[in-house]
């Protein structure tokens, strides 16, 4: 697989928002390597974005991986119970990120059925696997992505990010999630998926 370079992540999180559908995450340990295609992310656009973690130019010991060059791992929690991956995007100082929302399992299937269920595969209704990895808390769990990914260079060989060959596809633009307190910002059009795929957090 072709390993997405530095490049790719210095452009501007819309574009990379867009450019990330299809693309393949991958999570390689030592116990374990799963892979996820990208069918749904959310752009965060920086200091001038109500939801951004880094809107106004907030700088705290959380999101200070967003001010590193584009191209690293940025994990945090939420509500007391999930972690969220993002790609950081742009040059360094220029805050901003990408939220993966949803993956497509791949690779390492069984694998990812005991991450998020602890259950084989074979055990799981249809309805469990397709949802799997539907949303970003889920998808961080099946993936076993947490605490210690955060910061991780996604041009390492860790947790990073694969083109791939694909079938052509529509993409499909809409507002975010869960970000009422973001005011006008709340609905701009920046949460993209691939149309049509069953594994998106929400239709």
């Known amino acids: 697989m072709n390993k997405l370079n530095r490049d790719f992540y210095l452009q501007d999180p819309l574009t ?3 450019s990330l559908l299809g693309k393949q995450l991958v999570h390689e340990t030592q116990d374990f390597k799963v892979i996820g295609r990208i069918v749904e992310t959310e752009a965060y656009v920086g200091p001038e974005d109500r939801a951004c973690h ?3 130019w907030r700088r ?3 999101n200070e991986v967003m001010y590193n060059d584009g191209g690293f791992s940025y ?3 939420i509500y007391g119970m999930y972690y969220c991956f993002n790609v950081v995007t742009e040059q360094k100082d220029m805050p901003s990120a990408v939220l993966v929302r ?3 399992p791949v690779e390492g299937i069984e694998q990812m059925a005991r991450l998020r269920y602890g259950a084989d595969l074979s055990s799981l209704s249809a309805g469990k696997k397709s949802g799997m990895c539907n949303g970003p808390g889920k998808l961080c769990m099946s993936m076993g992505i947490g605490k210690a990914e955060n910061g991780l260079d996604l041009c390492g060989n860790i947790l990073y990010i694969c083109d791939a060959q694909n079938e052509h596809f529509s ?3 809409s507002p ?4 009422d307190y973001a005011g006008e910002y709340k609905d701009k059009p920046w949460r993209f998926c691939i149309e049509g795929n069953k594994y998106i957090s929400k239709r």
């Open 102 to 104: 949803a993956v497509e």
């Open 54 to 56: 880094a809107y106004g």
């Open 75 to 77: 994990v945090y929690f």
């Open 176 to 179: 975010r999630i869960n970000i």
């Open 171 to 173: 993409i499909k633009a």
């Open 60 to 62: 705290t010991k959380r």
């Open 16 to 18: 990379v928002a867009k």
